[in-house]
C-alpha cells in the first residue's frame, strides 16, 4: 500500500541541474526554507560528472566538455570558495568531429580552409558576406538565435559549426531559442572576430584569452580538478551537513494550483508507490518561477509556471510574500 509522507517547505526547487543548485546555495546563505527534488539518480543535470572505475582507477568524465567562463567575478568567488585549490586553471582544447575530420573550437581558420577546401571555404565567405548586407543593409530583424548566428558567420558557417551543434545540445530547433540566448554564448564573436585572432595568434601577438575576448575564443579556464559536476556535488553536501532535504530520483507527479498560484505538489519518489505530499507554507504564483535554461527561453508559447498539470519542466517555485 502507498503511504503518503507529507512535507512542508516555502520553496520548492524542481531540478538539481546548476540553476537549482546555485539558488539552493544562495537561499541556503539566506537561511531560507526549501526542498530540492530531482527525478535523476544525481545532481548536477547536463553539466554532471560521470566516474568510471577500471581497476583501482577512476576515470572521470563530463557530460560534453564544460568550460567555465563568466564575467562576473561574483560567480569566481563562489566557487572558488566551494572548491577551494580543486578550483584550477586549465588550457582548453576543443574539438569538433565533422565529415570525418577534427575541428578546432573556436574556428582555428587556417586548419578550417585546409579540412573543407576552397570550394566550401569560398561557400562560407560568400554567405558570409551575403548575411552582412541581408542583415546589415536590409536590416533584416534578428527574432531568433539562429537569425543571430547567421547574421554573424553566413548560413553555411551557422549550420556547420554552431546551430547544428546546438541543436543537438539543447534539443531544440535554434529557431526557437531567443536570440538574447545568443548574446550570453558568444557575444562580440564574428566571423571578423575569429579572422583577427587568427591572425594575432600568427603574428604571436596577445592571444584571446586576454581580458575582453569574446567568451568562445577564451582558451584558459577554470575548471574543478575532478569534473564539472565536483560543483554540484559540493554543494549538495554543504546543503546536507545543513540538514537540507535533497530528493533525487524524484519528479512532480501532481502540482496543484488555485488561482494560478501553487499550493501542493505530489511528488514520486524511488521507494515505487510511495509518494510526498509537499505543501507550500504560502501559496505562489505562476510568474514567480525563475527561469534559467533555453527551454525556458524558448520564443515560442508555453511557459505556465507553476501550474503546469503534469510532467513540468524543471523550475524553483518560491512562496508568494
Ligand atoms: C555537451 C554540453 C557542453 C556544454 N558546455 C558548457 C560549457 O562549456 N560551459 C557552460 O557554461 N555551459 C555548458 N553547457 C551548458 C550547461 O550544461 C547548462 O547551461 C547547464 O547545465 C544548465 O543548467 P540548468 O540547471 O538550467 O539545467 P540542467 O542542467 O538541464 O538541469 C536540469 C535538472 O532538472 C532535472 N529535471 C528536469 N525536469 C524535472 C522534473 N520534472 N522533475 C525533477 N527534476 C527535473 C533534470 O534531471 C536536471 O538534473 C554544456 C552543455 C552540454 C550538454
Not at 153 to 160: A, K
Request: aromatic letters at 10%.
Amino acid at each position: 500500500m502507498s503511504q503518503m509522507k507529507e512535507l512542508s517547505t516555502d520553496i520548492l526547487i524542481i531540478g538539481a541541474g546548476p540553476a537549482g543548485m546555485a539558488a539552493a546555495m544562495e537561499l541556503s546563505k539566506a537561511k531560507k526554507d526549501f526542498i530540492i527534488i530531482e527525478r535523476s539518480a544525481s545532481v548536477g543535470g547536463l553539466s554532471k560528472t560521470y566516474a568510471f572505475k577500471e581497476g583501482d582507477l577512476t576515470f572521470y568524465t563530463d557530460n560534453g566538455p564544460h568550460r567555465f567562463f563568466s564575467k562576473n567575478p561574483y560567480l569566481y568567488e563562489f566557487i572558488g570558495d566551494l572548491l577551494k585549490e580543486q578550483w584550477i586553471k586549465v588550457i582548453r582544447q576543443t574539438r569538433q568531429f565533422i565529415d570525418g575530420k577534427f575541428y578546432d573550437y573556436p574556428v582555428n581558420a587556417p586548419q578550417a580552409l585546409r579540412n573543407m577546401g576552397l570550394i566550401k571555404s569560398a561557400h562560407v565567405g560568400f554567405d558570409y558576406f551575403w548575411a552582412k548586407i541581408v542583415y546589415g543593409v536590409f536590416k533584416k530583424p534578428v527574432k531568433n538565435f539562429e537569425d543571430y548566428v547567421i547574421a554573424n558567420f553566413g548560413r553555411s558557417l551557422g549550420d556547420f559549426n554552431i546551430i547544428n551543434y546546438t541543436e543537438k545540445v539543447w534539443g531544440i530547433p535554434a529557431a526557437e531559442i531567443h536570440p538574447d540566448w545568443a548574446t550570453q554564448r558568444i557575444k562580440g564573436l564574428d566571423l571578423l572576430a575569429v579572422m583577427k585572432d587568427t591572425i594575432r595568434r600568427v603574428m604571436k601577438k596577445k592571444s584571446a584569452s586576454g581580458a575582453g575576448a569574446p567568451k568562445s575564443l577564451v582558451d584558459v579556464f577554470y575548471y574543478p580538478d575532478q569534473g564539472t559536476g565536483l560543483i554540484y556535488e559540493t554543494i549538495r553536501a554543504r546543503l546536507e551537513e545543513q540538514g537540507y532535504v535533497i530528493m533525487l530520483n524524484s519528479s512532480p507527479k501532481e502540482i496543484q494550483c488555485t488561482n494560478g498560484k501553487m499550493t501542493k505538489a505530489i511528488i514520486d519518489t524511488p521507494e515505487g508507490g510511495n509518494c510526498h505530499k509537499i505543501q507550500l507554507a504560502r501559496r505562489v504564483r505562476a510568474d514567480d518561477r525563475i527561469y534559467k535554461n533555453p527551454e525556458a527561453c524558448r520564443t515560442a508559447k508555453g511557459h505556465q509556471g507553476a501550474c503546469i498539470p503534469s510532467s513540468p519542466q524543471s523550475g524553483i517555485y518560491v512562496r508568494h510574500a
